[in-house]
């Protein structure tokens, strides 16, 4: 895996610079977006579980752009926060094979990259000496990779979101992304560190990325922002 990412990331980082300029991580409004099927419950501090389709359809998950920013280097850990601050977020991803009716993919590497809570990435702009919210795990024989992560923050012109690659023997699987339900999102963006910058005014189905895929890449998320949030993710391969 090693190799296999330092050579990819080398080929992307021009790509990456270039796009860097265009991107405007500029501060939200405080516009709520609409909600999903996902629906908060009790005070408006607490979440129910999603209902996300990636854990339900035997399909390839859609590709998606690397985006801003893959990692420069190879990060093997499960804790990606560093000091980051904001809603702690167990992330658990499942690999599945669709070419073998969906049977857990094991020994497969799984990368994430998110913002923190300002829209920032580390590794780029004013964070290039950092190296905080991304992580690779190698998938047990559930398929599984677990990450405690934060529940990410936004930026500018796109819906909350997580960046995730499958990769095996030097050989990328899938480039796709993860998508948050827009009114829990509300909720932990409402609170906490998240409040200066507000709720997030792109929406999922205006987003360019999610707009044509929302169901299919959307993760199941429970919990709430005073005992911390859970999440849930599957991608489907083709291996």
């Known amino acids: 895996m090693g190799s296999f990412v330092r050579e990819r990331r080398e080929a992307i980082l021009m790509l990456s610079a270039a796009a860097g300029a265009a991107l405007a991580f500029g ?31 035997c399909s390839v998950s859609p590709s998606e752009t690397l985006g801003p920013y893959p990692s420069l280097q190879d990060l093997i850990r499960s804790d990606i926060r560093e000091d980051r601050e904001g809603t702690p977020l167990q992330l658990t991803i499942t690999v599945v094979n669709v070419a073998a009716g969906c049977a857990p993919l094991s020994n497969v590497a799984v990368e994430i990259w998110q913002c923190d809570v300002a829209g920032n990435y580390s590794q780029y702009g004013s964070q290039t000496a950092r190296t ?20 990410p923050g936004w930026y500018q012109g796109r819906a909350t979101h997580i960046h995730v690659e499958v990769a095996s023997a030097r050989r990328s699987l899938k480039v796709t992304q993860m998508a948050f339900p827009e009114d ?42 005073a005992t911390g949030m859970t999440a849930t993710f599957r991608v489907g391969v083709s291996a």
């Open 27 to 57: 501060c939200g409004g405080s516009s709520p977006t609409s909600p999903t099927s996902t629906s908060p419950t009790g005070s408006g501090t607490t979440t129910t579980g999603g209902t996300g389709t990636t854990n339900a359809a």
């Open 132 to 151: 905080y919210l991304r992580g690779i795990q190698t998938t047990n024989s559930a398929g599984e990779v677990t990450f405690t992560t934060l529940y």
């Open 184 to 225: 829990i999102s509300t909720i932990v963006h409402t609170q906490g560190v998240y409040a200066s910058r507000g709720v997030n005014r792109t929406t999922n189905a205006s987003d360019g990325i999610f707009a044509d895929s929302i169901a299919n890449e959307m993760a199941t998320v429970a919990g709430s922002p």
